[in-house]
């Protein structure tokens, strides 16, 4: 029985492990997809600023052009002003000269606005590629990381599964069989070690009989707390062990 506990000790160091080396590689890909999300949300508020951008560039240009309508119809009307020939004439040519004046007042009005949007849009503009090429190299350098840790574990997990597999075959079945089932339930720890009378996983007493039955070491027994396998770790065949 002895021999039996021994390796259940090491099948459980073993598989501590192993079940902390799934955990980690179970968040592997939420923690990828976290990254690609954050590094979309920071292309989509570039291209979101770009847009209105290009937008704001369009309606620049659509403004220049009316100015330079605008212009056009001015030095047209000034010139009839100078050959107009009766007074009618003349004061059409000139309220048109005024009307002229104040749509290109109006105009330059609103291309100084959107200059002004624009100008600021560019900052932002700039600042958001920045910010995205910084967030987008970032990444690609925790991807390259995560992906390496990734294969680590799958590695490692496959070395001490191997590992494993010599040590269940020297496992009495049925004990094999209720340390799988306790350990499935119990998120990888099947075995604990009671210490001074102790269960230490669970951190309860282990009642005195019980116990006195633990400390003979003649069978397998389970904490009645925890349900999980027990073995009384202060006797000296456990010395060392952790
Ligand atoms: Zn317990």
Redesign the pocket.
């Given at each position: 029985m002895l021999e039996q506990i021994h390796l259940l000790i090491r099948l459980q160091i073993l598989d501590k492990t192993l079940f902390d080396l799934g955990q980690e590689k179970e968040t592997i890909p939420g923690r990828l997809a976290a990254l690609s999300q954050a590094e979309a949300a920071c292309k989509a508020e570039l291209d979101r600023n770009q847009d209105e951008l290009d937008e704001l560039l369009r309606r620049r240009r659509d403004l220049e052009e009316i100015t330079d309508n605008i212009r056009a119809r001015l030095r047209r009307t000034e010139n009839r002003l100078m050959g107009a020939k009766t007074q009618r004439e003349y004061q059409a040519a000139n309220a048109e000269i005024d009307d002229n004046k104040d749509a290109l007042k109006d105009n330059d009005d609103q291309l100084l606005e959107v200059m002004e949007r624009q100008e600021k849009l560019e900052a932002t503009v700039a600042a958001l590629k920045e910010r995205f090429a910084q967030a987008s190299a970032e990444a690609n350098e925790q991807r390259a990381v995560l992906d390496k840790r990734y294969l680590d574990l799958e590695a490692e997990t496959g070395r001490l599964q191997a590992k494993r597999g010599e040590i269940v075959g020297q496992v009495e079945a049925p004990l094999l069989k209720e340390y799988d089932f306790i350990r499935q339930a119990r998120d990888g720890v099947a075995l604990?070690p009671v210490s001074q009378g102790i269960?230490t996983?669970?951190h309860?007493g282990i009642p005195p009989q019980q116990y006195n039955e633990l400390q003979r070491m003649d069978k397998i027994m389970t904490?009645p707390?925890?349900r999980?396998l027990?073995y009384w770790a202060d006797a000296e065949e456990f010395a060392g062990q952790p």
């Open positions: 604990s269960c996983v669970c309860m904490c707390s925890c999980r027990i």
